[in-house]
T-cell receptor, first 113, second 114 residues
Framework: DQQVKQNSPSLSVQEGRISILNCDYT??????FLWYKKYPAEGPTFLIS?????DKNEDGRFTVFLNKSAKHLSLHIVPSQPGDSAVYFC????????????FGKGTLLTVNP | GAGVSQTPSNKVTEKGKYVELRCDPI?????LYWYRQSLGQGPEFLIY????????DSGLPNDRFFAVRPEGSVSTLKIQRTERGDSAVYLC????????????FGNGTRLTVT
């Protein structure tokens, strides 16, 4: 039973364009959401997070949007760069803490030069 | 500074054997976590330590899995009577405190049970 779903296994975009990665969740108790990036043979690296009291959080080229009514969040990367090519994981937790994260299966982003 | 270090990076063992996976967290990080990532899946929570004690071990799949952190720093994940289904990448992470401090993951140990 996947509580965090990333329905697109892969996404390919051109350098300089926007990348939009999507994530849906089913557990209404989730109140803290994160995105992690993972390169091959490395551990996941924290990118950006958002609390359920907000609907948007921005950090440089990365923006996360949260739609609680739809149980949907998205990560926007603008402009996309070849170095952004990686697997992106959406994660969620209960209680506003990040210690017990439920991850999606990930989306492989490829940014073409 | 040094990140989270996990050893070995790869481990191949036969079904039924015992294995130990080691994690060296970032110095000063009091919280330590173990996750497991099976092929094609996202990381799955196993256990969380705050200091020396396991604050939450609800993710350990069964009693063949055990983890310790005796001095509040290095942690060892122990798997008894390994099964082929235990094959996965075992990820360790640490954070400054067990709240919203970002988790810093190591590169993982890839365990293959033959």
């Amino acid at each position: 039973d996947q509580q965090v779903k990333q329905n697109s296994p892969s996404l390919s975009v051109q350098e300089g364009r926007i990348s939009i990665l999507n994530c849906d969740y089913t557990n209404s108790m989730f109140d803290y959401f994160l995105w992690y990036k993972k390169y091959p043979a490395e551990g996941p690296t924290f990118l950006i997070s958002i609390s359920s009291i907000k609907d948007k959080n921005e950090d440089g080229r990365f923006t996360v949007f949260l739609n609680k009514s739809a149980k949907h969040l998205s990560l926007h990367i603008v402009p996309s760069q070849p170095g952004d090519s990686a697997v992106y994981f959406c994660a969620a937790s209960v209680g506003g803490s990040n210690y017990k994260l439920t991850f999606g299966k990930g989306t492989l982003l490829t940014v073409n030069p | 500074g040094a990140g989270v270090s996990q050893t070995p990076s790869n481990k191949v063992t036969e079904k039924g054997k015992y294995v130990e996976l080691r994690c060296d967290p970032i110095s000063g990080h009091t919280a330590l976590y173990w996750y497991r990532q099976s092929l094609g899946q996202g990381p799955e929570f196993l256990i969380y330590f705050q200091g020396t004690g396991a604050a939450d071990d609800s993710g350990l799949p069964n009693d063949r899995f055990f983890a310790v952190r005796p001095e509040g720093s290095v942690s060892t994940l122990k798997i008894q009577r390994t099964e082929r289904g235990d094959s996965a990448v075992y990820l360790c992470a640490s954070s400054l405190q067990g709240d919203n401090s970002p988790l810093h993951f190591g590169n993982g140990t890839r365990l293959t049970v033959t």
